[in-house]
């Protein structure tokens, strides 16, 4: 604001003492060098862009410390770090997405959840669909929020006992867990193993919250204990989310531009409020309509900083360390 009109201001002035020079003295009035408005109107112009492809073509996280800016579903990430594609106990899918970017405190979460979760389930590891890219930001399909290198999916299937090639992992579908009527798990692919999976990840300190289809929340308040259930309040029912769950991080502490999301609220959700997401007139609500999407935001809808980290030149560590992970 105050940049604008400092570079604003004084053009305003020349433009009227031209016009005055004009009145009294018929003297051409030479055009300045080079058009100060001519900044305003570039920043405006890129402000106006669509963040979405943008952020997408980067394919090196930026230059700088690891750093969350903004809102789960409206920031971006600097120093992004990327999950190594295939560990002991973990799989990343959909390779081709160039997801499996995060804040360093993911991609930590991840490592130490992988064989934790293994060891809850019997499973020989999970599953990992989408992270962030490697700036964070908007993504041209598939979420509102996963901008700011804090949100993962991981998958209700347990990963094979052998390295996936790179084409399995574009092709193999997620499980479906949730029965067709939208009101219970599916008897024939929900087991108790994906009950203790999720337990596992919502135990975690650093987890803010876990996303779960209604009907999931619903099996798990008919099946857990009513004893020591503080985890089940992170445990969250939303629209979609019937094959995979999604996992989010509070905000790290190196990052004062992380914005938090309300503390979910007390007690195991198994309430009344729960009622509401069996209403007809939602189960009859098409997914994607809700799920949404991040392509339609302009770049002056992110925080300013989320420009710099555009702008910012790659880190080639980061590329170095990408390269060298199998496929
Ligand atoms: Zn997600």
Same mark, same amino acid.
């Given at each position: 604001?105050?940049?604008?009109?400092?570079?604003?201001?004084?053009?305003?002035?020349?433009?009227?003492?031209?016009?005055?020079?004009?009145?009294?003295?018929?003297?051409?009035?030479?055009?300045?060098?080079?058009?100060?408005?001519?900044?305003?109107?570039? @920043?405006?112009?890129?402000?106006? /862009?669509?963040?979405?492809?943008?952020?997408?073509?980067?394919?090196?996280?930026?230059?700088?410390?690891?750093?969350?800016?903004?809102?789960?579903?409206?920031?971006?990430?600097?120093?992004?770090?990327?999950?190594?594609?295939?560990?002991?106990?973990?799989?990343?899918?959909?390779?081709?997405?160039?997801?499996?970017?995060?804040? *360093?405190?993911?991609?930590?979460?991840?490592?130490?959840?992988?064989?934790? %979760?293994?060891?809850?389930?019997?499973?020989?590891?999970?599953?990992?669909?989408?992270?962030?890219?490697?700036?964070?930001?908007?993504? *041209?399909?598939?979420?509102?929020?996963?901008?700011?290198?804090?949100?993962?999916?991981?998958?209700?299937?347990?990963?094979?006992?052998?390295?996936?090639?790179?084409?399995?992992?574009?092709?193999?579908?997620?499980?479906?867990?949730?029965?067709?009527?939208? /009101?219970?798990?599916?008897?024939?692919?929900?087991?108790? %193993?994906? %009950?203790?999976?999720?337990?596992?990840?919502? @135990?975690?300190?650093?987890?803010?919250?876990?996303?779960?289809?209604?009907?999931?929340?619903?099996?798990?308040?008919?099946?857990?204990?009513?004893?020591?259930?503080?985890?089940?309040?992170?445990?969250?029912?939303?629209?979609? &989310?019937?094959? &995979?769950? &999604?996992?989010?991080?509070?905000?790290?502490?190196?990052?004062?531009?992380?914005?938090?999301?309300?503390?979910?609220?007390?007690?195991?959700?198994?309430?009344?409020?729960?009622? &509401?997401?069996?209403?007809?007139?939602?189960?009859?609500?098409?997914?994607? @309509?809700?799920?949404?999407?991040?392509?339609?935001?302009?770049?002056?809808?992110?925080?300013?900083?989320?420009?710099?980290?555009?702008?910012?030149?790659?880190? *080639?560590?980061?590329?170095?360390?990408?390269?060298?992970?199998?496929?």
């Amino acid at each position: 604001m105050s940049k604008s009109l400092t570079v604003v201001l004084p053009v305003l002035v020349a433009l009227n003492c031209a016009a005055v020079a004009k009145a009294t003295a018929p003297v051409p009035v030479p055009l300045p060098r080079s058009n100060p408005l001519r900044n305003t109107e570039q @920043e405006k112009q890129e402000n106006a /862009k669509p963040a979405a492809p943008l952020f997408s073509e980067e394919k090196l996280p930026s230059l700088g410390r690891a750093m969350v800016i903004g809102y789960y579903p409206r920031g971006c990430l600097q120093g992004g770090v990327a999950l190594p594609p295939t560990g002991p106990t973990w799989q990343v899918m959909r390779l081709s997405r160039d997801r499996n970017w995060g804040h *360093p405190d993911l991609v930590r979460f991840l490592e130490r959840f992988a064989p934790l %979760a293994a060891e809850a389930t019997g499973w020989k590891g999970i599953l990992i669909g989408d992270m962030a890219q490697p700036r964070g930001g908007p993504l *041209p399909f598939g979420h509102k929020s996963h901008q700011t290198g804090l949100d993962v999916d991981v998958w209700f299937m347990p990963m094979p006992d052998r390295i996936l090639s790179k084409q399995e992992r574009e092709s193999i579908l997620s499980s479906n867990v949730v029965a067709a009527d939208g /009101k219970h798990v599916d008897d024939k692919r929900w087991s108790p %193993a994906d %009950a203790a999976f999720i337990r596992t990840a919502a @135990e975690q300190p650093e987890v803010e919250r876990v996303l779960v289809n209604a009907a999931i929340k619903k099996e798990l308040c008919r099946v857990e204990s009513k004893s020591d259930q503080s985890w089940m309040s992170k445990v969250r029912p939303w629209y979609g &989310h019937d094959d &995979h769950i &999604h996992v989010r991080l509070r905000c790290p502490t190196d990052s004062p531009d992380c914005r938090a999301q309300p503390p979910v609220p007390g007690g195991d959700g198994c309430d009344k409020s729960l009622d &509401h997401w069996f209403a007809d007139w939602i189960l009859r609500l098409k997914i994607p @309509e809700f799920s949404g999407s991040s392509r339609n935001l302009k770049l002056k809808d992110l925080p300013p900083a989320c420009s710099a980290v555009l702008n910012a030149p790659a880190n *080639p560590v980061s590329a170095t360390q990408q390269e060298s992970q199998p496929r």
